[in-house]
């Protein structure tokens, strides 16, 4: 009996010490359809948050603290008959080094989502077969949002991430489902395949130098910490001379650019002069927020 208590504990503990990858929180807003019965998008929310908070995605061991924060919101603009149609919004964010800030990693609207979905049925991914499409947006964006967080601690740490999101992609393109054509502008083969391509590799650069040499030290050396953050601007106009308008710029300051207003908006002086001008050229769609980075 004592070996049995011994073993039941030990796996328990070997269960609670090897969580799943992330802690993510899917909201389903279906205030857009005129729908009596609204309980079929509370199952849906349920079985989502289920699928992607129990599921294990890699052979990887993560504790508990180490989980991944994310936050998928999913809008319904229409649905009849079991098929949905509407748009997600996905946040990703990871903890700073001593620190109880959380930092803003990816931060993303998907206008191009529909799906079939009948009430309860099981949500099971197959990463060798398109079975569903409602299945493969959201296995895609797991894999998306893993890969970036490790890309963050580890330079070009998201690559076996990235490439089972190229996978699904390659298997999602024979359904004819919206999103995942190569032709179509800003879809998810475009984002997956700039990740992995080296025509954008100071992105991956920047991602790493940004977080982990840069965000990482400002509670220990915020003068050091800016300086490197301020520089891995330059990474960004290196890339924007090559592929002017990157896709992949616009996603990193649609996540970074209140962050960057803040990091840079007090402590100790860099060159905000040099800093403005790099910024306004590599996004000016936030030039009203560079121009608010003074001292």
Same mark, same amino acid.
């Given at each position: 009996?004592?070996?049995?208590?011994?073993?039941?504990?030990?796996?328990?503990?070997?269960?609670?010490?090897?969580?799943?990858?992330?802690?993510?929180?899917?909201?389903?807003?279906?205030?857009?359809?005129?729908?009596?019965?609204?309980?079929?998008?509370?199952?849906?929310?349920?079985?989502?948050?289920?699928?992607?908070?129990?599921?294990?995605?890699?052979?990887?061991?993560?504790?508990?603290?180490?989980?991944?924060?994310?936050?998928?919101?999913?809008?319904?603009?229409?649905?009849?008959?079991?098929?949905?149609?509407?748009?997600? +919004?996905?946040?990703?964010?990871?903890?700073?080094?001593?620190?109880? $800030?959380?930092?803003?990693?990816?931060?993303?609207?998907?206008?191009?989502?529909?799906?079939?979905?009948?009430?309860? +049925?099981?949500?099971?991914?197959?990463?060798?077969?398109?079975?569903?499409?409602?299945?493969?947006?959201?296995?895609?964006?797991?894999?998306?949002?893993?890969?970036?967080?490790? /890309?963050?601690?580890?330079?070009?740490?998201?690559?076996?991430?990235?490439?089972?999101?190229?996978?699904?992609?390659?298997?999602?393109?024979?359904?004819?489902?919206?999103?995942?054509?190569?032709?179509? /502008?800003?879809?998810?083969?475009?984002?997956?395949?700039?990740?992995?391509?080296?025509?954008?590799?100071?992105?991956?650069?920047?991602?790493?130098?940004?977080?982990?040499?840069?965000?990482?030290?400002?509670?220990?050396?915020?003068?050091?910490?800016?300086?490197?953050?301020?520089?891995?601007?330059?990474?960004?106009?290196?890339?924007?001379?090559?592929?002017?308008?990157?896709?992949?710029?616009?996603?990193?300051?649609?996540?970074?650019?209140?962050?960057?207003?803040?990091?840079?908006?007090?402590?100790?002086?860099?060159?905000?002069?040099?800093?403005?001008?790099?910024?306004?050229?590599?996004?000016?769609? $936030?030039?009203?927020?560079?121009?608010?980075?003074?001292?």
């Amino acid at each position: 009996m004592r070996n049995l208590i011994v073993a039941i504990f030990f796996l328990g503990f070997i269960l609670f010490a090897e969580a799943q990858e992330l802690n993510c929180n899917i909201t389903i807003n279906s205030d857009q359809v005129s729908q009596t019965n609204q309980q079929v998008f509370k199952t849906l929310e349920r079985s989502l948050n289920d699928f992607v908070n129990k599921n294990k995605w890699t052979n990887k061991v993560y504790k508990e603290n180490e989980r991944v924060n994310a936050q998928i919101f999913i809008t319904i603009t229409d649905y009849e008959s079991n098929r949905f149609k509407g748009n997600l +919004q996905i946040q990703s964010s990871r903890p700073v080094f001593n620190t109880s $800030y959380e930092t803003p990693v990816f931060n993303y609207k998907d206008n191009q989502f529909n799906f079939e979905y009948i009430e309860f +049925q099981p949500l099971v991914f197959n990463e060798n077969v398109y079975e569903s499409n409602l299945v493969s947006v959201i296995a895609y964006y797991v894999y998306v949002v893993l890969g970036l967080d490790a /890309d963050t601690f580890e330079l070009e740490g998201g690559n076996e991430f990235f490439r089972k999101a190229q996978s699904i992609v390659t298997q999602a393109q024979g359904s004819n489902s919206s999103g995942w054509s190569q032709s179509t /502008d800003r879809s998810r083969f475009e984002l997956v395949d700039n990740l992995m391509s080296n025509t954008y590799k100071e992105y991956r650069v920047a991602m790493y130098n940004y977080h982990r040499k840069g965000l990482d030290i400002l509670g220990d050396n915020n003068s050091t910490g800016k300086q490197i953050i301020s520089g891995t601007m330059n990474l960004f106009d290196t890339m924007m001379k090559r592929r002017p308008n990157a896709f992949l710029i616009q996603t990193f300051f649609d996540a970074k650019s209140e962050e960057i207003l803040n990091v840079f908006s007090g402590g100790p002086k860099v060159d905000i002069i040099k800093l403005k001008e790099t910024l306004n050229r590599v996004a000016p769609l $936030y030039s009203s927020t560079w121009n608010d980075i003074k001292y």
